[in-house]
Structures are given as C-alpha cells and as structure tokens.
C-alpha cells in the first residue's frame, strides 16, 4: 500500500524555506504526525514542524549533520505527550528524481525502531526532498519493515502540488504553468489521479459533479440518501420529472448526467448522511470535498472532516429570505448565497464567522426549508442561482488542482437579485479551537481502558 504525507498550508512556507536554505550543514526539520488509512493507502499528516536551534547541532565531517542524543530524548518526549509520530526532513536540492543516500537509509535504519519503541502507535519516517521529487522510509504502527513507496502533497492557499510530478515533456510542463486551464496531456494525467466527493445532490451538487466530469476525475464520490422529489425540479435542470416520476435514488440520477458527460469516471454513489461510516469512510478517499448541504451542522462535520485529513473543502449554499412578520405571500428580502474554498491550514468556516455555536444551537431549535415556501407550499425557481454558486465551486476545484497561483484566503458572498459575487477577505484565527484541535489530526486512536 503507497504512503501520502500531507503538510497544511499553515507549515508548508516554514518547511520548504528551511530544508532548501544554504548552509554549512545539511538543514534538519523534525515534524510531529498522525496517521489514517482508507481502502487505497495510508496518510501521513503533518500537525506541526519543529526547527532545531543550532545548539542542538554536534560538529560532523562533511555536509552531513549530527544532533545530541538528549535532543532526540526531547523530542521523543514531546510526540509522547502529543501521541503523535516522529519525522525527519531534510533535502538533496537539484535531484529531479531523489533518492535515499546510504548514510540516509542507515540513520533511519537506527532512528525509527528507537521512534517506534517509544510510540508504537504511530508512524515514524525519514523524508528527503528533491526537485519536485520525494523519497523515503515511513515505519508504519507495529511493523517492522519500512514502506517507501510515497508521495507528498503541499495542500497550500494557492493550489495542490503532488510530488512526484507526472512524467512530462517540458513543453507540457511549460504549457500548464502558463495556460494552466488548457488542455494537455499533464493536466489530463493529473486529473485522472484525483478522487472529489460531492456531498448533498439537490440543487448544487448535481449541478457540480457534471462539471468534475467533464474535468476528467479518475473518480466521483456523491454522497446523498435521498430521493429525487417533484421540488428537485426547481432547483436543479439535472433533476427532471422521470427521475421524480420513478423515486430514483439521487446519487442514480446523478450518476447517469455524470456517465453523459465522461463515460471513463467512475461514480460512487453513498446513500448515506455524513457523520454515518458509510459516509466518513468515502470522504477520507477524497483529494478535494465539495459542500452542497443545506445545515449548518453537517458543514461543521465536513469542515472537521476535511481538517482532520488535509483535504480541501469547497463550501456552497443558497437560501431565500421573506418577511416573516408581513401576511402571505411574503415579500422576498433577498437571496443571499456563500461560497468558501477552506484550505487545511488557512481559515477554516469558524474562523470565517460563518460557524459559531449561536448558529448552530438556533439551528438545531428548527428552521424552515432552505428555499423559499410561501403559504401555498410552491417552490421557488432556484436551479440558475445554484448553477451559479455550482459552476463557481467547479472553477475554484480547477483552480486548485490545476495550479494557478492565486490565494484562496476569501469567503465569497453571492446575491442572488443584484446577480454579483462580493469578495471578502478571511484570515485564520491563531486561538482557533476548531483548527488547533481537529488540524491534520487524522484517525483518532483509541485507547485500552485500564482494568
């Protein structure tokens, strides 16, 4: 089973500045990480990266460097008390398909069974970094042969980067970080390498996942429980009167626009509610989640979701607003809508102000539907604001995952009567308890009760 190491944005700048700067010495990072497991492989995740200070350094021969015994004790002592597992980073620059030295394998032939002695439930590794490249030896909880198949992912505002990269000409590579949206044989490589989950099948989702389709995903996870309805109708074009008519599934008929468009995606449908297992289990797969539910409780469970296994999250959502104390039919105030591209690392929905537990205890004392209902129970026409918010989510997915450099540190406000999309500028809260808590936490370990 292949192995990604994951680094939110949050360390990704800190990492990379020091292991590539010149120095006298070979630079060290030592990281602290957890881990999870899906069908396909193991995650490694990165929650915090340490720089030794130079007196923690012994003199040595050559480039190499040597640190004290009484530093490692110390460190070892803090990924005891974290229960997280021990990593070393360092880097060969200018190697385009790096490789472990001798000296390399032989320190972490020495280092990690000492690491999994002392935490034994965690997974320890050394990682060298190349140009775009990366090698290693991760030891993974209770075994004894360290696996080196791997690659790492930078989940940074800007974008997702890989390494290794897919092997390309440079006239392709050249082509993607110039035009990064035209269509190569790099991007077209890329894509089939990803797996997105879309989350809620009604309005938006079944309006985004046609979009990844057509980007050429290896895989479509859709994840919904519900049968399509007569009201699916208004607000989605993707949803029509057979599919109502014959009470299919949502992820079905979501399935068969998906297989229209790309007949060479493979399209998972998970008829279940996130936080359910069926659920969780499907998400973890996923390189990028996609938001389209209509509680603000199932946000909060995506968002934790996402941080906890570095995965980017786009979020979206529309509602209409009446008048509730004017007679029926209610004037319509506005339609107010959000999209949120949440990366691992940066602001996360509390941060942004668009989760906080006066919401989410107001919404758990009940709330109408998300659409507007007037007192003769019609539904509102609301599939053109949801394509809107759908093709934005889309275009932020290419963005991520084809490369183009632009921060993503924004939470955009959609209205609906005015027809705009109004940025605003979200920073990450450093005392945030979400992102400190759930940040790269990955699967949680259970421990034995003592008798």
């Known amino acids: 089973m292949s192995i990604q190491v994951r680094i939110p944005s949050s360390l990704v700048s800190r990492l990379l500045k020091e292991v590539y700067r010149p120095a006298p010495r070979e630079p060290i990072v030592f990281a602290f990480g957890s881990h999870a497991r899906t069908l396909s492989r193991d995650l490694i995740l990165i929650r915090d990266v340490v720089i030794p200070p130079e007196s923690a350094f012994m003199p040595s021969q050559g480039h190499g460097a040597r640190w004290k015994g009484a530093y490692t004790i110390e460190l070892l002592n803090r990924a005891l008390e974290q229960k997280l597992g021990l990593f070393l980073f360092h880097a060969h620059p200018g190697s385009k398909n790096v490789e472990m030295s001798g000296d390399d394998r032989s320190s972490a032939?020495?280092?990690?069974?000492?690491?999994?002695?002392?935490?034994?439930?965690?997974?320890?590794?050394?990682?060298?970094?190349?140009?775009?490249?990366?090698?290693?030896?991760?030891?993974?909880?209770?075994?004894?042969?360290?696996?080196?198949?791997?690659?790492?992912?930078?989940?940074?505002?800007?974008?997702?980067?890989?390494?290794?990269?897919?092997?390309?000409?440079?006239?392709?590579?050249?082509?993607?970080?110039?035009?990064?949206?035209?269509?190569?044989?790099?991007?077209?490589?890329?894509?089939?390498?990803?797996?997105?989950?879309?989350?809620?099948?009604?309005?938006?989702?079944?309006?985004?996942?046609?979009?990844?389709?057509?980007?050429?995903?290896?895989?479509?996870?859709?994840?919904?429980?519900?049968?399509v309805d007569e009201s699916n109708?208004?607000?989605?074009?993707?949803?029509?009167?057979?599919?109502?008519?014959?009470?299919?599934?949502?992820?079905?008929?979501?399935?068969?626009?998906?297989?229209?468009?790309?007949?060479?995606?493979?399209?998972?449908?998970?008829?279940?509610?996130?936080?359910?297992?069926?659920?969780l289990d499907a998400l973890k797969r996923a390189d990028v989640i996609i938001g389209c539910v209509n509680n603000l409780h199932a946000r909060a469970d995506l968002n934790e979701i996402a941080w906890r296994y570095c995965i980017p999250y786009v979020d979206i959502g529309l509602r209409m607003t009446i008048s509730q104390n004017h007679p029926d039919p209610k004037p319509l105030l506005g339609i107010p809508g959000n999209l949120f591209a949440a990366i691992p690392g940066g602001a996360c929905l509390w941060c942004a102000g668009f989760i906080d537990d006066e919401k989410l205890n107001r919404e758990t004392g009940g709330l109408g539907r998300s659409y507007l209902q007037g007192s003769n129970d019609s539904d509102a026409y609301v599939a053109p604001f949801n394509g809107t918010l759908a093709g934005e989510a889309a275009a932020e997915v290419l963005r991520l995952v084809a490369g183009l450099r632009h921060p993503r540190e924004t939470r955009r406000q959609y209205d609906g009567i005015e027809g705009t999309l109004l940025e605003m500028i979200v920073n990450r809260r450093d005392d945030c308890p979400r992102c400190n808590a759930f940040l790269a936490a990955g699967d949680p370990l259970w421990q034995p009760i003592a008798q």
């Not at 082509?175 to 797996?195: A, C, S, Y």
């Not at 989950?197 to 429980?225: H, T």
């Not at 599919?243 to 626009?257: A, C, E, I, M, Y």
Request: net charge positive.
């Open 109 to 227: 032939g020495q280092l990690l069974p000492k690491f999994q002695l002392i935490l034994p439930d965690r997974p320890h590794g050394s990682i060298v970094l190349g140009e775009e490249s990366v090698a290693g030896l991760v030891l993974m909880p209770n075994t004894d042969r360290p696996e080196e198949a791997m690659d790492i992912r930078f989940v940074e505002t800007e974008c997702i980067r890989t390494w290794p990269l897919p092997e390309a000409t440079i006239a392709e590579r050249l082509l993607l970080e110039h035009q990064p949206f035209t269509n190569n044989p790099l991007l077209r490589t890329i894509f089939k390498g990803q797996v997105a989950a879309v989350v809620g099948l009604s309005g938006g989702g079944s309006q985004v996942a046609p979009y990844l389709a057509a980007f050429g995903f290896r895989e479509i996870i859709g994840i919904d429980d519900q049968r």
């Open 233 to 279: 109708r208004f607000a989605s074009p993707n949803l029509g009167w057979i599919d109502s008519l014959l009470g299919l599934r949502k992820t079905l008929s979501v399935k068969l626009r998906v297989k229209l468009v790309n007949r060479t995606v493979k399209f998972t449908g998970i008829n279940a509610r996130v936080p359910e297992r069926a659920a």
